[in-house]
């Protein structure tokens, strides 16, 4: 037993001191492969900007030298190369220093990387306005032209397909590429990497795209062209640009289809809620649509007038239902919808009571835009002010009256406000309603409300909105 332990210990032994064999990774993960990716796709791996207290460095000695009638030709190539980071800067601008656009150029020629951030520096502070910005477009076109170097040829690659040194046709056929349906430009030109993504020439993309986009909409594949503007303006599910001017001009470019009267119905819904997701409700918002067109607020606020009316008589109008009014909704719901799909109703806005608040405090349509009435004793109640042209109306839920005024009187209830409405607010003295067509035997109604009398109460307000805006609504349309 002793010799068997004793061969057994010189197994172990022997097996210990068997040299240890080091699996290697796969070649996908080894960093020297990831290294030696990252340089070969060097347009995905953007150079960066060197800390700010040497770029200051480098603009005070180059500023000085310049200033002393220096040639900038002269200057230490480290100095030109961090000085290609403030060529366009707005407080710093480089390039308008005498002879040393030329100097920064003539050493690109020489050094891939002065060149590389050449490329960079005018891809981020692009310009379209700007003479140093086009004429240094054209020379960087010739320039990856006629380069051996793999950066030339991928920027060569980049200039025959889209252009994209020719700081006008440039923008202008990348936009256009981008509105086909998985187009690959933007992975092409890793303009979705950080910092190019959110570039001055992305920037002059995505307007070019928004000129583009509405006869996109309107044309036979506007479910496509919809989705490429997710892409555009979203990337990843966040705004590319989040200043007050670019979120206009997106919004002005995603409603410019029904601005003209040709966008699809299919889309109004997702487009409305993409708009009120990343710009804001432009009735409790104003501030936010300021920069975006009359014909944009317009358009916009009619498909919240629409939101607003299906909430009214959907949502509220289960109160009403409760009390023992479901025919009695029902006709004035007819009524309202005829109005809307003439498209008559330009803005409408809810005011509620404390119990109805309560009901459709998490209503996905609604989002919490409503008024409050301010009135205990109202709490089950709730008014839809409604606006058609030059005329405003208040519609009461439950047995409640109907009420209109002018626009212009002073005494109209306002719109959009998320803070209190009075009963006296909602309830003053206001138009009275001529008789329907042919009742020459009914006299005009109060002007202290109409009272919703079955089949006479629409022939009144049809008789008004005749009377005061033109617009001609049959019985049969209400009916």
């Known amino acids: 037993m002793t010799g068997m332990r004793a061969v057994l210990a010189d197994m172990r032994a022997a097996i210990e001191a068997i040299p240890t064999r080091h699996v290697l990774p796969p070649r996908s993960r080894r960093a020297t492969f990831i290294a030696m990716e990252k340089i070969t796709r060097g347009l995905e791996f953007a150079p960066k900007p060197p800390a700010p207290d040497r770029l200051e460095r480098a603009w005070r000695e180059v500023n000085s030298w310049c200033a002393k009638g220096g040639d900038p030709s002269e200057l230490p190539s480290g100095f030109l190369r961090d000085i ?18 030329t100097a920064v150029q003539e050493q690109a020629l020489r050094s891939s990387a002065t060149l590389r951030r050449y490329i960079e520096v005018w891809i981020r502070d ?97 479910t496509p062209a919809f989705e490429c503007a997710k892409e555009v303006y979203l990337p990843k599910g966040a705004l590319r640009f ?22 699809p119905e299919r889309l109004r819904d997702e487009v409305l809620d993409l708009l009120r997701t990343y710009v804001g409700d432009p009735r409790t918002q104003p501030a936010r649509w300021a920069d975006t067109s009359d014909d944009t607020r317009r358009v916009v606020r009619s498909w919240l007038a629409r939101v607003t009316l299906i909430a009214f008589f959907d949502v509220i109008g289960r109160h009403a239902d409760v009390a023992g009014l479901a025919h009695h909704w029902q006709a ?53 002010l409604i606006r058609i042209g030059q005329t405003v109306f208040v519609e009461w839920s439950h047995n409640g009256k109907l009420y209109a005024w002018p626009s212009n009187s002073g005494v109209a209830p306002r719109f959009a406000g998320l803070g209190t409405y009075s009963l006296r607010e909602l309830t003053s003295i206001g138009l009275s309603f001529p008789p329907p067509a042919g009742r020459p035997d009914l006299a005009p109604s109060s002007a202290s409300g109409l009272t919703h009398h079955p089949n006479v109460w629409q022939g009144r307000v049809a008789a008004l909105l005749l009377q005061r805006e033109g617009y001609r609504l049959l019985p049969q349309e209400w009916t």
């Not at 980071?85 to 005498?98: F, H, I, K, M, S």
């Not at 989040?242 to 966008?263: F, Y």
């Not at 803005?347 to 409503?370: A, H, K, P, Q, T």
Request: hydrophobic residues 40%; contains cysteine.
């Open 84 to 101: 290609v980071w403030l060529l366009w800067d707005r407080n710093r601008p480089a390039a308008q220093l005498p002879g040393l656009l």
């Open 126 to 222: 692009f310009d379209p306005n700007m003479p140093e910005i086009v004429t240094s477009g054209r020379w960087l076109a010739s320039v990856v032209a006629s380069t051996s170097h793999p950066q030339g040829t991928m920027w060569r690659k980049a200039q025959e397909s889209y252009q994209l040194f020719d700081a006008v046709a440039g923008p202008v056929t990348i936009a256009h590429a981008l509105l086909a349906p998985l187009s690959p430009v933007l992975a092409e030109l890793k303009f979705d990497a950080t910092g190019r993504a959110s570039s001055g020439y992305m920037r002059a993309i995505v307007e070019r795209f928004g000129r583009e986009l509405p006869r996109h909409l309107q044309g036979t594949a506007p």
């Open 242 to 263: 989040q200043e007050q001017q670019m979120r206009s001009r997106m919004a002005d470019a995603l409603v410019g289809a029904w601005v003209s009267g040709q966008g």
């Open 332 to 384: 004035r719901r007819k009524f309202w919808s005829a109005c809307l799909k003439k498209g008559w109703i330009s803005d409408s806005w809810l005011v509620l009571g404390g119990n109805v608040r309560r009901d459709v405090e998490l209503d996905r349509e609604l989002r919490g835009n409503f008024g409050r009435l301010s009135e205990g004793r109202a709490a089950n109640h709730s008014a839809l």
